[in-house]
């Protein structure tokens, strides 16, 4: 049972927010993550913050 509230980062061509998995939408300062703005626990559902960083994908040719 997971006691985790998995975050997500966005990031667009114009935006950088992340999105938590409870519906939750924050933008920090460019690039920095949750954990880095001391939030450990989401404000919305009051589970521990689990970080997805977003990641390119990678294409293959
Ligand atoms: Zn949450």
Redesign the pocket.
Known sequence: MMDM?NWREIDDNWSHYWE???G?VWCFNEDSTPSENEMVY?P??G?KISEHKFEFEQEEE
């Open positions: 509230c938590s998995e409870c939750l989401c919305k559902c589970k």
